[in-house]
T-cell receptor, first 113, second 111 residues
Framework: EAQVTQNPRYLITVTGKKLTVTCSQNMNHEYMSWYRQDPGLGLRQIYYSMNVEVTDKGDVPEGYKVSRKEKRNFPLILESPSPNQTSLYFC????????????FGQGTRLTVV | QKEVEQNSGPLSVPEGAIASLNCTYSDRGSQSFFWYRQYSGKSPELIMFIYSNGDKEDGRFTAQLNKASQYVSLLIRDSQPSDSATYLCAVIRGGSYIPTFGRGTSLIVHP
């Protein structure tokens, strides 16, 4: 089954404690991206990756890091989380950035206290 | 500042009616336009994309793009209660890889 898998689904952490949200896709997609969704602000892209070892900033990259060492995985790293990073996070993948099909993970609800 | 505006709604339509969802954008360089559906508590699903002026039909969905007036709309014919969701409009500027999303319109289809 074609899917994008994010883990964990829910996470409560404390300010400053490094965390990683994993994202994996099984469709051999080249394009992957991370979004955060906040009430009243909508979806905003954090980082995207056009292919292995090719990543670039989206609209709101501050406080986040990503890596793309393998085609299937695109982890999101918060080196020192802060309360303003409390949000719902989605990973997405597609064949290309303008592909006709895009697949989203189930979401990760992160709370930083 | 790139802006994508959507009426937050809720837009309420009876079952079987046509639901019309609208989106305006400020960046005249925008070239790619997408509609996503998001059920409450779920992840977004891409349902339509359009690049050229005019209409694009896919089943019960029709996307309409008017670049001169800077709007893109989504029509849902024969609306069903299962269409009740939030619809997100996204726009990508030519040469960019970063979509700008609207805040979404909540659609309620009542039996």
């Amino acid at each position: 089954e074609a899917q994008v898998t994010q883990n964990p689904r829910y996470l409560i952490t404390v300010t400053g404690k490094k965390l990683t949200v994993t994202c994996s896709q099984n469709m051999n997609h080249e394009y992957m991206s991370w979004y955060r969704q906040d009430p009243g602000l909508g979806l905003r892209q954090i980082y995207y990756s056009m292919n292995v070892e090719v990543t670039d900033k989206g609209d709101v990259p501050e406080g986040y890091k990503v890596s793309r060492k393998e085609k299937r995985n695109f982890p999101l790293i918060l080196e020192s989380p802060s309360p303003n990073q409390t949000s719902l996070y989605f990973c997405a993948s597609s064949l290309s950035f303008q592909a006709t099909e895009a697949f989203f993970g189930q979401g990760t609800r992160l709370t930083v206290v | 500042q790139k802006e994508v505006e959507q009426n937050s709604g809720p837009l309420s339509v009876p079952e079987g009616a046509i639901a019309s969802l609208n989106c305006t954008y400020s960046d005249r360089g925008s070239q790619s336009f997408f509609w996503y559906r998001q059920y409450s508590g779920k992840s977004p699903e891409l349902i339509m994309f359009i690049y050229s002026n005019g209409d694009k039909e896919d089943g019960r969905f029709t996307a309409q793009l008017n670049k001169a007036s800077q709007y893109v709309s989504l029509l849902i014919r024969d609306s069903q209660p299962s269409d009740s969701a939030t619809y997100l409009c996204a726009v990508i500027r030519g040469g960019s890889y970063i979509p700008t999303f609207g805040r979404g319109t909540s659609l309620i289809v009542h039996p």
